[in-house]
């Protein structure tokens, strides 16, 4: 997989998460451990997103 498709799919799953993250919070009797879990995801897809790009820049 290209680094460019690569990060399109990290792209993608970053915002499934965000959606995952939405819906969860609106739930009357939400999850917390289940909310910090996914938030904890959605960083490290956004930390792997900013380390590819910053490979293909250099």
Same mark, same amino acid.
Do not use: G, W
């Given at each position: &997989?290209?680094?460019? *498709?690569?990060?399109?799919?990290?792209?993608?799953?970053?915002?499934?998460?965000?959606?995952?993250?939405?819906? =969860? &919070?609106?739930?009357? *009797?939400?999850?917390?451990?289940?909310?910090?879990e996914l938030k904890r995801k959605k960083l490290e897809v956004?930390? =792997?997103?900013?380390?590819?790009?910053?490979?293909?820049?250099?």
């Open positions: &997989m290209s680094s460019v *498709s690569h990060i399109s799919a990290l792209e993608r799953r970053h915002q499934m998460l965000e959606q995952q993250i939405t819906i =969860e &919070m609106q739930h009357p *009797s939400r999850d917390a451990l289940k909310i910090q956004k930390d =792997e997103i900013a380390r590819l790009q910053n490979e293909t820049r250099h």
